[in-house]
């Protein structure tokens, strides 16, 4: 899931694309060069952080990590988040990726079957560390393979004048709620819609993000024991909600071939109500439509629901090369990153929250919305349940033409959720 700053990664030209590929190419886990005369490791890092963050950030956290051990040297390889990605899944067919690297939840489980990335539950344990502290972890058959280090969450965004001239006086906290809402700016007139929906399969991150994020803020699973759980009252609940918002006619026109751009697009011109969007939006809405009062809110749950509510993040994960000579030292730079202090800093730097539970952000300097939505992250949980799964793509690509049959009149939702089932069970063994 790249964090979408393009603004930043777009200036991060072919010279420097071209650079990671070629030092990217000469990885190989950790050689013997990598250890000077006097003992001294050097550990490459690949990631694509360092270019979404203010210039020169990111070295200075490194620093601070050489300067804390004197015999642990960090050479960066980074790039923007596309050929970081590309060069990274050639590294893990052939064994040779750099001994820590950047990740999206959506390489670990191709990447862990290969057997490229080390059992991180191991080194934890080999560290003494203390896991609790984490915020999550990404896991395979029990053992962890990812630490997300940032996290960039997902909550509802509300036009706050749209919702005044509906006359709905509180922003929606449930489904009905939601649904009034939705009907009551729809109403409004003038092709405003109260609900933005991006449903193009060339790019299906809107299942993830705009759809299952119903599920997970009421508590519930697509998943029971790491399988396809799709045919269950909860999933049929959330399918049959958005269907009913559909049928009302709340929704955008064009959701079927919407990209989440468009999404933000709509919401930034007025076009629309509502939508679920990632926090690094904020500053980008404010850019283009600085009048625009708008506020956030955790995704509405199911009416009664009292439990906490699963928020949908991505992350900027870490892991470390199972081919790697120095797995010990390795472990040591992630912890550095996973400490609470250089965590906060990270986190600050990056405007998301951190994968420690302990790192305070800095906020004093950030928009105000920011320190809100980390309210919202730490009375929720960061919910995404494609994140560590086979094929993730392919499997919301799936789900997400099943759902266009739904909302076209052309299935059921029972057969519709049927067919998911045995599409998915083809994949997730």
Not at 46 to 54: K, R, S, Y
Not at 119 to 129: I, N, S
Not at 148 to 156: G, M, Q, R, T
Not at 306 to 315: D, E, L, N, V
Request: charged share 20%; hydrophobic share 40%.
């Amino acid at each position: 899931m790249a964090i979408r700053k393009a603004s930043r990664t777009r200036l991060i030209g072919a010279l420097t694309a071209a650079t990671v590929a070629l030092a990217l190419g000469a990885c190989g886990g950790g050689d013997s060069d990598d250890v000077a005369s006097d003992g001294t490791v050097t550990l490459e890092f690949a990631q694509w952080w360092a270019p979404e963050l203010p210039d020169g950030s990111f070295d200075k956290i490194i620093n601070e990590f050489q300067t804390a051990n004197p015999t642990i040297k960090v050479k960066l390889l980074s790039g923007p988040y596309a050929s970081t990605k590309q060069q990274l899944v050639t590294g893990a067919a052939s064994k040779t990726l750099p001994d820590v690297v950047g990740l999206d939840g959506a390489w670990v489980n191709d990447f862990a079957k290969q057997g490229a990335i080390a059992d991180l539950t191991e080194l934890m344990g080999d560290a003494g560390y203390d896991a609790s502290q984490l915020a999550s972890q990404i896991q395979l058959e029990g053992k962890t393979y990812m630490i997300p280090v940032v996290n960039f969450v997902y909550p509802l965004f509300v036009n706050q004048d749209l919702l005044t001239k509906a006359g709905v006086t509180k922003v929606p906290s449930t489904r009905t709620e939601f649904a009034d809402a939705a009907k009551k700016i729809t109403a409004t007139g003038g092709n405003v819609k109260g609900w933005a929906l991006p449903l193009d399969t060339a790019v299906p991150n809107g299942i993830q993000n705009d759809v299952m994020s119903w599920l997970w803020a009421s508590g519930g699973s697509m998943l029971a024991d790491g399988k396809p759980a799709l045919t269950t009252p909860q999933v049929k609940s959330v399918v049959e909600y958005v269907k009913s918002l559909n049928d009302a006619g709340v929704i955008a026109e064009g959701s079927l071939t919407m990209k989440e751009q468009d999404k933000v697009e709509k919401f930034t011109t007025g076009q629309v109500g509502m939508m679920i969007d990632s926090l690094a939006h904020i500053n980008l809405v404010k850019e283009n439509a600085p009048d625009l009062k708008f506020a956030i809110a955790p995704v509405p749950a199911e009416d009664g629901f009292t439990g906490k509510r699963g928020i949908p993040y991505a992350s900027w994960g870490i892991g470390v090369a199972n081919s790697s000579k120095h797995k010990a030292e390795a472990f040591k730079l992630v912890q550095f990153l996973m400490d609470a202090k250089a965590n906060a800093e990270l986190a600050t730097l990056a405007n998301g929250f951190p994968g420690n539970k302990t790192a305070k952000p800095d906020f004093s300097k950030s928009d105000p919305m920011f320190e809100e939505a980390f309210k919202i992250y730490q009375e929720g949980f960061p919910a995404n349940e494609f994140v560590g799964l086979p094929k993730s793509e392919d499997l919301m690509r799936s789900f997400d033409e099943q759902l266009q049959l739904v909302l076209t009149g052309k299935s059921s939702v029972d057969d519709a959720l049927s067919k998911s089932q045995d599409s998915w069970s083809s994949v997730i063994e």
